[in-house]
T-cell receptor
Framework: DQQVKQNSPSLSVQEGRISILNCDYT??????FLWYKKYPAEGPTFLIS?????DKNEDGRFTVFLNKSAKHLSLHIVPSQPGDSAVYFC????????????FGTGTRLKVLA | DGGITQSPKYLFRKEGQNVTLSCEQN?????MYWYRQDPGQGLRLIYY???????QKGDIAEGYSVSREKKESFPLTVTSAQKNPTAFYLC????????????FGPGTRLTVL
């Protein structure tokens, strides 16, 4: 049973436009969420996080939205740049429990110049 | 510079041999983790350690072993009992005080011939 799902394996967006990456989760105990960016043969790089007490967190071109009732979060990248082309993973954790994070399967974003 | 190092970047072993992957961090993080990534899949947790001399199995611990004798180091041994050891292995660490945001090393690509 996959507790964190990224249903879109790939996404293509034109440079300068908005990229929206989606993530759904099933465990209502999750209260902290992260997004990572990963290039091939490299470790994931932390991008942005959000706590369940918030519904939005912004950092430069990256904004994460959390809809707790729908158990859904999304990462918005505006404007998209060719260097944003990578695989994006969302991860979820129940902070009051263990230190474990559950990762989604990733979405490959391609930003077209 | 603070960070997480994994060595080597690429590793080749014959089937039936045990192999140990190195992971070192100088971030003074309490927790360390090992993940495995296979093509088209997310990151799956192998083992994690919240404190020195203590570690817990993740979702796919069979065929692997770890030790945590020092805060800075969390080596992973891939034993001959692991049926499909060829994969990309990622080490991460986190600080409880930073909401456990995990920071990843560059990864080790293990190929068993």
């Amino acid at each position: 049973d996959q507790q964190v799902k990224q249903n879109s394996p790939s996404l293509s967006v034109q440079e300068g436009r908005i990229s929206i990456l989606n993530c759904d989760y099933t465990n209502s105990m999750f209260d902290y969420f992260l997004w990572y960016k990963k290039y091939p043969a490299e470790g994931p790089t932390f991008l942005i996080s959000i706590s369940s007490i918030k519904d939005k967190n912004e950092d430069g071109r990256f904004t994460v939205f959390l809809n707790k009732s729908a158990k859904h979060l999304s990462l918005h990248i505006v404007p998209s740049q060719p260097g944003d082309s990578a695989v994006y993973f969302c991860a979820a954790s129940a902070q009051k429990g263990t230190y474990k994070y559950i990762f989604g399967t990733g979405t490959r974003l391609k930003v077209l110049a | 510079d603070g960070g997480i190092t994994q060595s080597p970047k690429y590793l080749f072993r014959k089937e039936g041999q045990n192999v140990t992957l190195s992971c070192e961090q100088n971030l003074n993080h309490d927790a360390m983790y090992w993940y495995r990534q296979d093509p088209g899949q997310g990151l799956r947790l192998i083992y994690y350690s919240q404190i020195v001399n203590d570690f817990q199995k993740g979702d796919i611990a069979e065929g692997y072993s770890v030790s945590r004798e020092k805060k800075e180091s969390f080596p992973l041994t891939v034993t001959s009992a692991q049926k499909n050891p060829t994969a990309f292995y990622l080490c991460a660490s986190s600080n409880r005080l930073a909401k456990n945001t995990q920071y990843f090393g560059p990864g080790t690509r293990l190929t068993v011939l």
